[in-house]
């Protein structure tokens, strides 16, 4: 019963990323995590896991090397997680995978807002605020401001840091409705909420006032600042709220999201850097070189 389970894990270490893959069961990967082979297999060891200490104690000391491997991919711990039926410990075990392996990408100094698309048909927008939520809350040494909206801003507030805390918040928001994607960033312009960088997760799609652009110059008339913008794309998408922003020289960036949620974390390198005021105050304080002449 051992060795089977030894082979089931070897399997399923993959998912977390415990093992060094080959370079064609890394293309694989996602493919592979999503078919019934890979369901039968994690919920067959999580099983004989149940029933046997032994493999107990063996999936404990993978997810123990799991956590301290810098080559694990955050998110597949919690995949893992969704697509077995594992003990309350073992499933605790895998969010701590999680959350070491995204606080090894840096920490977020700035205050950042997260504006969520929750007009009709964006229900995956909505998957994806919340994991951006909760991984950035994790992470996040400044203020972070989260708002769902259609038409209207709903801020959403978390009592935790952890995906269930975040889960629990976005509890009551579902897709529907027309898209305003500048409510959310009217309603911290007149809460007086500062944020350095805004995140839009959205598809672009924006038919009502107040228009993000125009939003977006009245924030930064009032408080005096101009966020930098990361929009992530979802599903069939546009590039009209992108457009005009570059039209006003906002600091643009884009991260189209196809499904991979393993691909999220990539996200923080670019949330915690420096922006370009700093980099050029950064710039202006070095030393120059002295030759010496003598």
């Not at 955050?74 to 070491?100: C, G, I, M, S, Y």
């Not at 801020?155 to 976005?170: H, I, N, Q, R």
């Not at 924030?219 to 998408?237: A, F, H, L, T």
């Not at 006003?248 to 370009?276: A, C, E, H, M, W």
Request: with cysteine.
């Amino acid at each position: 019963m051992y060795r089977a389970a030894s082979g089931l894990l070897r399997v399923w270490s993959k998912t977390v990323g415990t093992g060094r893959p080959s370079r064609g069961a890394a293309r694989n990967d996602q493919r592979v995590l999503t078919t019934p082979r890979k369901q039968l297999i994690t919920s067959s060891l999580s099983k004989v896991a149940g029933d046997h200490p032994e493999v107990k104690a063996l999936i404990d000391s993978k997810l123990e090397e799991a956590q301290k491997s810098d080559r694990v991919s955050a998110f597949k711990a919690r995949v893992a997680a969704d697509v077995t039926q594992l003990d309350a410990e073992t499933a605790q075990k895998l969010e701590q995978v999680t959350n070491e392996q995204v606080k090894k990408r840096g920490k977020i100094a700035k205050p950042t807002g997260l504006l969520i698309d929750k007009s009709g048909s964006m229900e995956k927008a909505i998957e994806i605020g919340k994991r951006l939520a909760a991984m950035i809350s994790g992470v996040a040494e400044a203020d972070l401001f989260v708002y769902a909206f259609d038409t209207m801003p709903y801020p959403v507030e978390s009592k935790g840091k952890e995906l269930t805390d975040w889960e629990k918040a976005f509890q009551h928001i579902r897709a529907g409705g027309g898209t305003s994607i500048g409510c959310g960033l009217e309603a911290m312009r007149r809460k007086k909420q500062l944020a350095e960088q805004i995140i839009l997760v959205t598809d672009e799609g924006e038919n009502t006032a107040p228009y993000f652009a125009d939003a977006y110059d009245a924030y930064r008339r009032e408080m005096d600042v101009m966020p930098n913008v990361v929009i992530v794309k979802v599903g069939y998408s546009y590039d009209w709220v992108e457009t005009q922003l570059k039209k006003k020289q906002v600091q643009v960036d884009t991260f189209s999201f196809k499904g991979d949620y393993y691909s999220l974390p990539n996200l923080i390198p670019l949330l915690s850097r420096p922006s370009r005021l700093e980099l050029l105050m950064e710039i202006m304080e070095t030393p120059l070189p002295v030759r010496n002449d003598k």
